[in-house]
């Protein structure tokens, strides 16, 4: 078990090292019309991306804990920004600075893997910043085979470096197939499927998961390299939905 954490921990999108140094999109998909995501941020640290945000707020944040820190430190929130209100994670929209960093305290390496960004000063939100509704405590998943949408800026199958967000359809894979993937998935967690070398990479983590206009879920890691066979595994929100709303009370 400890042997799959480590490996899992080097591969995928958590890159302490990988997502701080990728620049580039989510694997296939389109690149997202302009309007599309307007909860999307760029997680920036030093100003470069690192990872995907949502907006769930005027002055909140919701990324996975792992993009908050960096050889198992939090990064201090000095160093933290995000750019909102554009698809380009190099220009357009917004830069908005980072007051503090609010992490889950169950966090350990991909178990619990939440936080909350709180900026230093409001949004202002318009046509392409908005906030998305966070899925309720208890809410189900939507069935097996159910189309959700993922968009980022991780890195392409060739590697090559995108300034726009992509969005693309993954399916809600069988609870079978999630554990076959990984061995540890329980409620706190679900997997999406996708086609061989496409899905999320690094510089995904953080992104948000969306069905019905709802945030259900952020991309939380891969099992191998990315694009594999196997799907892809996100936090599950609804499990976290009440310590969430406590952050933005």
């Not at 002055?59 to 960096?70: G, S």
């Not at 590697?159 to 359809?169: L, N, P, Q, T, W």
């Not at 061995?183 to 679900?190: C, E, L, N, P, R």
């Not at 992104?207 to 595994?233: E, H, M, Q, W």
Request: with cysteine.
């Amino acid at each position: 078990m400890m042997q799959q954490r480590t490996l899992i921990l080097g591969l995928i999108g958590l890159t302490l090292v990988g997502v701080c140094h990728a620049h580039g999109r989510i694997m296939g998909g389109e690149e997202a019309d302009p309007n599309a995501t307007p909860y999307a941020a760029s997680l920036r640290v030093d100003n470069g991306h690192v990872c995907g945000g949502c907006i769930v707020s005027e002055t909140k944040i919701l990324t996975t804990a792992h993009c908050v820190h960096r050889d198992s430190k939090l990064i201090d929130a000095s160093r933290l920004s995000c750019r909102v209100g554009s698809t380009n994670q190099y220009a357009g929209g917004r830069i908005v600075t980072v007051e503090s960093v609010a992490v889950h305290p169950d966090y350990y390496q991909l178990k619990n893997n939440v936080a909350v960004l709180t900026l230093s000063s409001p949004l202002t939100f318009t046509e392409r910043i908005q906030a998305i509704e966070v899925a309720t405590s208890g809410e189900e998943l939507p069935a097996e085979g159910s189309e959700v949408s993922v968009a980022g800026w991780g890195r392409t199958t060739d590697g090559s470096a995108s300034y726009k967000i992509r969005e693309m359809s993954m399916a809600v894979a069988q609870e079978a197939t999630c554990l076959d993937a990984y061995s540890d998935h329980g409620a706190d967690s679900f997997c999406l499927g996708h086609e061989l070398k496409e899905g999320t990479c690094h510089g995904d983590g953080g992104s948000g998961a969306v069905y019905g206009d709802k945030l259900i879920g952020l991309t939380n890691f891969v099992v191998g390299a990315c694009g594999s066979r196997y799907p892809d595994v996100f936090v599950r929100l609804s499990n976290f939905y009440d310590w969430i709303q406590e952050q933005i009370a």
